[in-house]
C-alpha cells in the first residue's frame, strides 16, 4: 500500500497565563492508504490536539504548531494557507469529533448540515446535494432518510445525530477520516452498531482512518496498529495484535492489567497504575512516565527513552525490557 | 444455595413516575416518565448486586428510589424486615444512616466551597455524632481508610484528580458507618488507569466492613468483575436477575444476549472470531414504552404475543430470573 501520511517531529503548545502547556511533544508517525490507526492514552494526553495539528484546528492563540511537517500525498500541510487547509478539511481528509451534541447546529436541519460541504468542496448545487445527502442518510442507516432530512438535531436520538456525524465525516468521500473518540458517549449496542458500519465502509470505500479513543476494548476489533501515547508523547507503536499480545512500555502494560475483561475470570484484584500524569506545564525530567513506574531505574530519573525499534513494526520509549527486568517499586515517586 | 443467604433489602413492585405537564397557569398531568415501572428483588446481606443498562433506562432513579431520596409512586423497600417507606421523621432519618450513595460524577457532587476535611464531616455533623476534637479523629481516620493522605484535610476539591475526588466521595459515604451503599457508577468518569484503583478500593473496603453493594454501571465489565449477581434493566423494568457467572455463561432474555455480545474486549484476537448480536433501532422513550413486551421494537427474536402482552418477570431456573415470552 502507498503511503499516505507521514507525521515528523510534530510539536504543538499552548501559550496560557500559567505557563506553555506542552500537550504534543515531537511526534513521528505513518499511516499508508486504507490502513486503521488507533491512537489511546488517558484523559488530556494529547490526543485530540495531536490530530487536529494534523490539519491545523489549534485554536491560535493560544495554540502554536512550532515544530515538525504533516506530509499528506506529498504536501506539508502546516505550510499550507489558510484557503488550501479549509479545501482538504472536510474533503479528502473527513473528520468526526469528539461530542455529537456540540457538533451538530441546533437551528439547522440535519439535510443542510451534510449539504453544506457537498456544495463548498464538491461543487454539487441543491438538488444533486441533497439526493447525495439522501444516499449518505441510508448509507449510515437512518431508516426513511429522504423524510428524516428535514429534521433538526433535537430529534434525533444520540446514536442517530452520532451517525449524522458520520455521514458528514464522509461526505466527500475522503481518502483520511479522522474519528476523535466518535462513540464514547454512546451505549454499547449503539457503539457496535457504529463500529460495525465503519468497517463495512471502510471497506467498501478503501478509506483510511485515524481513530482515537481511551477505550482499549473498542480498537481492539478495529485497528491495524496502535500508537499509545502518555504526556504528549508515542510512547509505544506495535501492529494490534502484537501490542495487545506483548505489550512493551510499562505504561501500556499496566493499562491492559487495569482493565476488567467480560471473557476472563474475575475475582482477582486488578493492577492499578497508581499516581497521576504528570503536568504537562512542567514536564519532568527524563522518562515522563517514571513517577508511576513500577520498574524504574535511576537512569529513568534523568533521561527521556527515545522510542526505538525492539521488533517488527513494534517500537517502544524505555530504558528497560519488561519482559526480562524485574519490578523495582509499586508506589508511585513523590517529590519531596 | 442463593436462598439461604439472608436479605438485607427487599424491593416488591417499585415504581417511580415523573409527571409530564402541560400549560403555564394551569399545569395539565398530560403523561408520565415512567422511569422506574415495577420492580422486584432482593439483595443480599454483604453481596455485591450489580445493575447494568442502557443510558435512561431508569438505574440512578432506581438507586434513588431505594434510599428514599425520591418518593416512590408504588410499591416497598423492605430493609431488614422493615417498609421504609412508609417511615417519617425521626425513624427514617436513622434508617438513611444505614443507607448511603457514591454518586456518579465525582466532579460535580462534591461542594467546591467546602474542604475536604468538611466535606467528610458533613454527615457526622448532620447527625451530630462525636464532638470536637473526636469528629476531626474519625475525619482522619476515614481519609486514611481509603488511601489519602490525612494530611489533605483543609485543601479543597479542585486540587484533587478524578480518583481521589472519587476517593473523597467514598470517604464522606462511610462516615456514618452504613450498612448498604448504592455505588453509582462511581467510576464511569474517571480514566481507565484510575479506575481500577476505585475498584480495587470498593473491594477491600468491603471485605473489611461487610458492606452491601448495589452496583450501579452501564459497563458490563466491571460490573461482571465487582458484582455476585447482575440484574439487566431496560426501559424502566428487569429483564433478567442472575448469579454473575449464570449471566455470562448463559443469557436468556435477547436484549442480555446482545448486550453481553456488544462488549468490546481489549484482545484483537478474540473481537476476529466474535459474532456480534446487532440491534437495529433506538430506543423507545420511558415516556412512550411500546405495548407487549418492551423489548419488542428491537428485539430479533420477537414473534407475536411480544406485540401484545407483556412477559412476567419469573423464575426460569433456580435463582435465574427472566421476563421473555420466549421462556
Ligand atoms: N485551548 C487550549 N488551551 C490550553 N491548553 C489546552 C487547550 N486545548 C488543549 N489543551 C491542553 O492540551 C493537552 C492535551 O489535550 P487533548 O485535548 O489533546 O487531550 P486528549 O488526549 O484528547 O484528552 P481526552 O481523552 O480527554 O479527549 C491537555 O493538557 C489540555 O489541557
Ligand atoms: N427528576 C426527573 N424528572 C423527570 N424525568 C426524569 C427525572 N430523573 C430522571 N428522569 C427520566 O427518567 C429516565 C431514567 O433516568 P435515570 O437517570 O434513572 O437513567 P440511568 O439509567 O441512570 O441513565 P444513565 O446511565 O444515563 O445515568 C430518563 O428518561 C430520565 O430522563
Ligand atoms: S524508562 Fe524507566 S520510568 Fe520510563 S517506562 Fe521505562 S522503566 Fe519506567
Ligand atoms: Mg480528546
Ligand atoms: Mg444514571
New binding site residues.
Given amino acids: 500500500m502507498a503511503r499516505l501520511l507521514e507525521v515528523n517531529n510534530l510539536r504543538t503548545q499552548f501559550f496560557t497565563q500559567d505557563g506553555v502547556v506542552n500537550a504534543v511533544n515531537g511526534i513521528s508517525y505513518t499511516l499508508d492508504e486504507g490502513e486503521t490507526l488507533g491512537i489511546v492514552g488517558e484523559s488530556g494526553c494529547g490526543k485530540s490536539v495531536g490530530v487536529m495539528s494534523l490539519i491545523k484546528l489549534i485554536p491560535t492563540p493560544p495554540g502554536k504548531i512550532v515544530e515538525g511537517s504533516v506530509i499528506f500525498n506529498g504536501e506539508n500541510l502546516i505550510d499550507m494557507s489558510d484557503g488550501e487547509i479549509r479545501s482538504v478539511r472536510g474533503n479528502k481528509i473527513g473528520m468526526i469529533f469528539q461530542d455529537p451534541m456540540t457538533s451538530l447546529n441546533p437551528v439547522l436541519t440535519i439535510g443542510r448540515q451534510i449539504q453544506e460541504a457537498l456544495e463548498l468542496h464538491m461543487g454539487m448545487d441543491k438538488a444533486q446535494s441533497k439526493a447525495r445527502a439522501i444516499e449518505l442518510l441510508e448509507l449510515v442507516g437512518i431508516p426513511s432518510a429522504a423524510d428524516r432530512i428535514n429534521d433538526y438535531p433535537h430529534q434525533f436520538s444520540g446514536g442517530m445525530r452520532q451517525r449524522v456525524m458520520i455521514a458528514i465525516g464522509l461526505s466527500c468521500n475522503p481518502q483520511l477520516l479522522i474519528a476523535d473518540e466518535p462513540t464514547t458517549a454512546l451505549d454499547v449496542t449503539i457503539q457496535a452498531q457504529i463500529v460495525d458500519l465503519v468497517k463495512k465502509l471502510r471497506d467498501d470505500l478503501g478509506m483510511a482512518i485515524i481513530w482515537i479513543t481511551h477505550d482499549l476494548g473498542v480498537v481492539a476489533g478495529l485497528a491495524d496498529r496502535m500508537l499509545v501515547m502518555y504526556a504528549g508523547m508515542i510512547v509505544e507503536e506495535a501492529p494490534v495484535k502484537e501490542l495487545y499480545a506483548n505489550p512493551s512500555h510499562p505504561y501500556t502494560v499496566g493499562l491492559l492489567g487495569s482493565l476488567p475483561r467480560l471473557d476472563q475470570v474475575s475475582g482477582e484484584k486488578l493492577d492499578s497504575i497508581e499516581g497521576l500524569p504528570p503536568d504537562l506545564i512542567d514536564l519532568p525530567k527524563g522518562c515522563p512516565f517514571h513517577a508511576r513506574c513500577k520498574y524504574r531505574i535511576e537512569k529513568c530519573f534523568t533521561e527521556n527513552p527515545p522510542l526505538k525499534t525492539i521488533g517488527v513494526g513494534h517500537k517502544a520509549a524505555c530504558w528497560i525490557d519488561v519482559t526480562k527486568d524485574p519490578i523495582t517499586t509499586e508506589r508511585p515517586y513523590q517529590e519531596v | 444455595m442463593s436462598e439461604q443467604k439472608d436479605v438485607l433489602l427487599r424491593v416488591d413492585g417499585l415504581k417511580m413516575y415523573?409527571p409530564i405537564t402541560q400549560g403555564i397557569v394551569v399545569q395539565r398531568h398530560v403523561g408520565d416518565?415512567k422511569?422506574?415501572d415495577g420492580l422486584t428483588f432482593d439483595i443480599h446481606q454483604g453481596e455485591t448486586l450489580g445493575l447494568v443498562?442502557?443510558?435512561?433506562?431508569?438505574?440512578?432513579?432506581?438507586g434513588r428510589a431505594i434510599l428514599q431520596l425520591y418518593k416512590p409512586t408504588a410499591g416497598q423497600v423492605i430493609f431488614e424486615g422493615e417498609d421504609i417507606t412508609a417511615m417519617r421523621g425521626e425513624s427514617l432519618r436513622k434508617m438513611r444512616r444505614r443507607m448511603q450513595m457514591i454518586f456518579?460524577d465525582p466532579y460535580a457532587s462534591l461542594n467546591p466551597r467546602m474542604t475536604v476535611g468538611n466535606i467528610v464531616s458533613e454527615p457526622l455533623e448532620v447527625h451530630s455524632l462525636f464532638n470536637g476534637k473526636e469528629r476531626r479523629e474519625k475525619v482522619k481516620e476515614l481519609l486514611d481508610v481509603v488511601g489519602l493522605n490525612p494530611y489533605f484535610v483543609n485543601r479543597y476539591p479542585h486540587e484533587f484528580s478524578g480518583g481521589q475526588r472519587q476517593r473523597i466521595g467514598v470517604a464522606r459515604a462511610l462516615a456514618l458507618n452504613p450498612d448498604f451503599i448504592v455505588c453509582?457508577?462511581p467510576i464511569s468518569a474517571l480514566d481507565v488507569s484510575i479506575q481500577a484503583q476505585v475498584i480495587n478500593l470498593l473491594e477491600d473496603l468491603q471485605q473489611e466492613f461487610g458492606l452491601t453493594y448495589l452496583f450501579?454501571a452501564?459497563d458490563l465489565s466491571v460490573v461482571r468483575h465487582i458484582s455476585d449477581r447482575i440484574a439487566v434493566?431496560y426501559l424502566?423494568k428487569l429483564v433478567e436477575l442472575t448469579t454473575r457467572d449464570e449471566l455470562y455463561a448463559n443469557p436468556m432474555h435477547p436484549y442480555s444476549q446482545a448486550l453481553l455480545s456488544a462488549v468490546p474486549i481489549p484482545d484483537p484476537v478474540v473481537e476476529e472470531k466474535r459474532q456480534r448480536v446487532i440491534l437495529e433501532g433506538d430506543v423507545p422513550?420511558?415516556?412512550n414504552p411500546p405495548k407487549g413486551c418492551n423489548f419488542c421494537t428491537r428485539c430479533p427474536k420477537a414473534f407475536e404475543p411480544c406485540y401484545e402482552t407483556e412477559p412476567e418477570f419469573k423464575e426460569i431456573e433456580s435463582g435465574h430470573w427472566v421476563a421473555c415470552h420466549l421462556y
Fill in positions: 415523573f416518565v422511569a422506574v443498562g442502557e443510558s435512561g433506562c431508569g438505574k440512578s432513579t432506581t456518579q453509582d457508577e450501579i452501564h434493566m424502566g422513550s420511558p415516556a
